[in-house]
């Protein structure tokens, strides 16, 4: 195809082009039906104003009026999920140079969306899931469900992780491999790397999945956490990557890293074992490894009052906020932490 008529398409039809990119991108057939529920409702919504005008033209308030719109006929938590697919699209158009601007982004900071509790979510309490916790045996296991419940990361954020991205300050049991410089003078420490994308080669090896994080973050381990690394650690296999992923399977791919689907997977077992999750149940009913992101922003965020340092912690916030916390995390962000931290054990 030209760049004429690539140019052309994104012009006449700039949602088409869209999912075509998409598409090409490795995105599910799931994900694209989605994206174009949500995005051709916008493009009528447009088309049936009292000043009808195309996609590309869209401004914030056109944004805001359509986001409105939904309120009242689907939950809030749906109309988080319309204005987050809203947010990408353009936010892709405009890095691709088919757009000029992002009109969703002054709407997205209005809604809150990343911090925004979803009132139609099964709700667990801290004793309840201590329970959970306590359920979980195999080492490998419990240290996924820690590792998630205790930093809020992605399941792809954590199958991402690599040996050197933690710095225990007792270590224990593991392979002789610097931390990175970047964790050198933070003891009990993850980083979290923005870049990792899925099919491309990160520390010598070709990941699975992206991170979704607008800037890298370095979150605190607290003694619980720690201890069940270090437990972990005693028995992960060796690997033959280069990488020495921090997650591997003791299964059926024995010594290689997860995947995001492994993740959910053992999350999903123990789940059903507790009541937790059932087929056709839900986001809304059914425990996954996104739920535990909820639960980490709930129960922080309340104990905390800090809504800055959670969304630090989760990745959510921009350059200069970012700046802030990287510059106070001796003090601010993880002090704040190791007060507030839940136990899980």
Known sequence: MSADTTASDAESDPVGYFLDDITYHGKSDRTRASYERVLRDFESFLGDGQQPSPVREASHRDCMSYVHSLRGTVEESTVATYASYLHRFFAYMTQVGVFESNPMTLVMEEMDESINTDPTRREIGLQSMRGFVDSITHPLERAIVVTLLK????????????????????????????????LQGRP?????????????ATNGEERTASNKRKRETTIPVDPELAAELRRWLAIRPDTQSPAEPLFVSTSGSWGKRLTPN???HIVESHAREFGWYMDGGGAEENVTPHYFRHFFTTHLRDRTGDRGVVKYLRGDVAQDVIDTYTHEWGTRVRDVYVAEIYSLL
Do not use: K, W, Y
């Not at 399941?155 to 300050?169: F, H, R, S, T």
């Open 151 to 182: 930093t809020g990361m992605r399941a792809g954020e954590l199958c991402n992780l690599d040996i050197q991205d933690l710095n225990l300050d007792t270590p224990g049991p593991r392979p002789d491999i610097p931390v990175r410089a970047g």
């Open 188 to 200: 009990d420490s993850l980083f979290v790397a923005a870049d990792p994308t899925r099919g491309e």
């Open 262 to 264: 492994m993740v959910h």
